[in-house]
């Protein structure tokens, strides 16, 4: 038990960041606002580097026993802050000189700390402190572009978003009341152990909808396509891939609470994750716009995300498979949502036609990324793929692995429907006026799904090491 604050040094950092990045844009110029842009990079630069530096320290519960700092938890911080830098990379052509853009940086700071914060949490309280956070932000990110299309996806998330916060809150209420009266999953485990099997399916139940919101996944999803579409690109890739690292690690940690011969929670959660991919992918098949197959597919991952969290406590691999491959599917989505900035008169994946004779670089980059999202040698979601079917068949569960393996080869199908018009040949192809920053993260993103794939050994290795309650 530890009570240091210098323990939260890397949420520090992206707390204070916040606050400076606000009080820079406020007080300078329209023309000056790189300024802010600058304290943004600074924050989230050093939050990396302060957790990075800690990684490797021994796992202990802080606070009293409110947040934990593991392998899990460093994982969130190194990736999350990491992120939104590359957030931040293909969205700068965007956003620079805008009257907002000081405060895009301050939503994304704010988000990035909820979503560490719910991956750490180890207290229902604090766990709902975290999801407002994680969530809050994220209304107003939609809607930063102040748009028709931004406005309704700003709408629709709020109001998923509060409805599921509420009944989350009524979830965290009755696992509180038929627990013995603690909120830390410490000494909760204990007191849920001998709780009423129907009220603990039902606190349960709605503690991880809320959870479910945040991952974008099934019965949860329906602002995913939407919100995507209707933001901007740079909002739109974040929304999709920094909350899911926090919601996904919050749930693994609350499925650990709740014990299986009382409520069948792995076989819910299998379901959840077949429905989810399966969704995911169907849906997909008919898109013609890139951001909303996007979307779609980034529904489908929740999917075979999921498929680690059913079998936490069947084998022991199933957590370093869930973080290694929230760490490839972060690096590779933003990838795939690059491609999509960098190109901002495309609206149709037919308007891609022709790219590789004319942008190589950027086109090989999308290839890399949507060739990653499928699962193919030797990007890194192959392997993350190939580890967490390998932890849900050892954690007896065949059926999801069929399931998932059978979606793997039917998502091949709408990557190819973009991936064909982009290396094929067109003398009447649509001019396209790429944004150079763009590109830059763009190919950081590619070579990073790449790297990653090819170090996955020494990667894995170094995730074995989590401690959770």
Not at 21 to 40: D, E, P, Y
Not at 60 to 79: F, H, K, P, Q, W
Not at 177 to 198: D, E, H, K, Q, R
Not at 304 to 324: E, H, I, N, R, S
Request: proline share 5%; aromatic share 8%; net charge neutral.
């Amino acid at each position: 038990m530890n009570d240091e604050p210098l323990d939260l040094l890397p949420e520090m950092l992206l707390f204070g960041g916040a606050v400076a990045t606000l009080l820079t844009g406020s007080f300078v110029s329209r023309q000056r606002q790189w300024l802010a842009r600058l304290v943004a990079v600074a924050a989230l630069s050093g939050s990396l580097v302060a957790a990075i530096t800690v990684a490797s320290d021994p796992a202990m519960m802080i606070y009293g026993s409110t947040y934990m700092l593991d392998t899990a938890t460093s994982l969130a911080r190194i990736v999350a802050p990491a992120a939104a830098l590359l957030v931040i990379g293909l969205s700068v052509e965007r956003i620079a000189g805008s009257r907002r853009e000081s405060e895009f940086y301050v939503l994304i700071l704010l988000a990035s700390l909820g979503s560490v914060l719910l991956a750490g949490s180890t207290d229902l309280l604090l766990l709902i402190v975290a999801y407002l956070l994680a969530s809050i932000p994220l209304y107003a990110l939609a809607g930063w572009g102040r748009d028709a299309r931004g406005a309704e996806a700003a709408l629709k998330l709020y109001l998923m978003g509060a409805l599921l916060g509420i009944v989350m809150m009524l979830g965290v209420t009755v696992l509180y009341g038929v627990g013995g009266g603690s909120t830390a999953y410490a000494t909760l485990a204990a007191g849920l152990a001998t709780a009423p099997a129907s009220a603990l399916a039902l606190g349960f139940v709605a503690t991880l909808a809320g959870l479910l919101f945040k991952v974008g996944a099934v019965p949860a999803h329906f602002w995913v396509p939407d919100a995507v579409q209707g933001a901007s690109t740079g909002a739109a890739a974040f929304l999709t891939t920094v909350p899911k690292i926090g919601g996904l690690i919050a749930t693994y940690r609350l499925v650990l609470l709740i014990p299986d011969e009382r409520v069948a929670w792995p076989l819910l959660i299998a379901v959840v994750a077949a429905a989810t991919m399966t969704l995911g992918n169907l849906a997909a098949f008919a898109q013609d716009s890139p951001a909303r197959l996007l979307g779609y597919s980034t529904v489908s991952q929740a999917g075979y995300l999921l498929m680690a969290v059913a079998v936490a406590t069947k084998t022991d691999q199933a957590l370093p498979a869930l973080l290694f491959y929230l760490a490839v599917y972060a690096v590779t989505n933003l990838g795939a949502f690059a491609a999509v900035a960098a190109f901002p008169n495309a609206h149709t994946i037919q308007d891609y036609r022709g790219l590789a004779h004319r942008r190589p670089a950027i086109a090989t980059v999308l290839l890399v990324c949507l060739l990653g999202l499928v699962g193919t040698p030797p990007t890194g979601v192959f392997i993350g793929k190939v580890t967490v079917f390998a932890a849900t068949w050892e954690g007896g569960m065949a059926w999801l692995v069929v399931v998932a393996a059978v979606n793997t080869v039917a998502s091949l199908y709408y990557y190819l429907r973009w991936i064909a018009p982009a290396f094929a040949r067109s003398s009447d192809a649509l001019p396209l006026d790429p944004r150079h920053a763009t590109i830059g993260a763009a190919t950081v993103c590619g070579v990073a799904a790449v790297a990653l794939g090819v170090a996955s050994g020494p990667t894995l290795s170094a995730l074995g090491g989590a401690v959770l309650p």
